[in-house]
């Protein structure tokens, strides 16, 4: 499995509706911001590259995907100094890989 929930389970004192519903809330966002991920990527906007990181990297923690989390942080380094395009390029390739087998798993075991 390449996500962990106990940071939401903590944050919601074992409530299992909260943990479903952060992860709905998950499924149901990712997907647009892996769109705009894409776009920046493939137009190298290193500003657009950086924000659209920093705003899936509180979701990549709190659901405990830590390859993409660690990925993601590279990913904002680098677009932040506005360097490594093709490096950019191959760890979104994995981190929108990861991502999308992860919403895939967590369908299947929320029954989604």
Known sequence: MAY?????LELGDGDKEFVEAVVVAFIEE???????????????????IYQVSHKIKPNLDLL????????????????KAQTNISDIRTAYA???SKITNNIAALKKDFNL
Request: avoid cysteine; glycine fraction near 4%; hydrophobic fraction near 35%.
């Open 4 to 8: 962990n929930l106990e940071k939401i």
């Open 64 to 79: 405990g995907m830590n390859e993409s989390y660690e990925l993601n942080l590279q990913i904002l380094a680098w677009s």
């Open 94 to 96: 994995k981190v929108y």
């Open 30 to 48: 990712i997907p647009s911001d892996l769109i705009q991920f894409t776009k920046v990527v493939d137009t190298e906007n290193y500003t657009g």
